[in-house]
């Protein structure tokens, strides 16, 4: 399974971002998992990479996330929401953990 | 460049989303006013938002004034443009205006840096607190302490004990 973390300078989320991944990987029993962090430096990145916002969290090159078609890409903060409503600059951690489980599933099933 | 505790804070005249026009200056009788720099589509203002509204409400009968300025390049980030800000207004209960910065000159006469940054003015306009609302924005129990902690000071005439902390946000997306 690869995990990519997308991340922008402008954002303080990152750290949080990449802590939270790795404790969901944790969870899971999946500490062995190397977490990739990409930089998006410029509106050229960004574009090149679809990218829609920092933390964008790629796993098997997929978004956690799926952005909606008329989110804008560039040099941003992600929106995401918990499950309970409220607005985060990070997914929520059941998502992330959800997620991760059904990759790694899907990694096992096709190994 | 930016604002220094006990300092003067910089007059602006800005309109809000109604067209009216909002100073920090000449409103005697007002015994402190928040400037807080805010947007729509960063995360981190948004997820305080709703603490700062509570406070403009709350602390609105304590005769206190709240100012949401947005100088975010609306050119570069459309969710931050005029029309957007109107349409937010008008779909959500908001007690404060919301300021209309376009040429960014208010965000760097202050200095302000991210969203939200917010800065506490006393009734003769010098700053008293600089910062964030509080220390965790993915907590709504904080309820926006350090900006209450920094009104209560301002209308009791006490010392405040925490007049700066970093702001913690969106960087400001200025103009190229």
Redesign the interface.
Known sequence: MNVELLWWE????TERALAAVREALADLGLEDVDVRAREIRSDGDARDAGFVGSPTILIDGVDLVPAATDE?I?L?????RRRDG????IPDPDDLREALRVAAERTEVTR | MSLSIGQVAPDFALLDTEGRKWSVAGYDGAPATVVVFTCN????A??WHDRIVDVAREYAARGVRVLAVNSNDAD????DSLDAMKDRVANEDWPMPYLYDSTQEVAREYGAKVTPDVFVLDAEDRLRYRGAPDAD??N?GERAEWLREALDAVLSGSILERPETKP????I?WKA
């Open positions: 402008g954002c303080p989320s804008q560039g941003s903060c992600r929106v995401y409220r607005v985060s600059p | 589509h960063c995360p981190y948004l997820a570069r980030y459309p969710r924005y993915d709504p913690v946000g969106c960087s997306k």
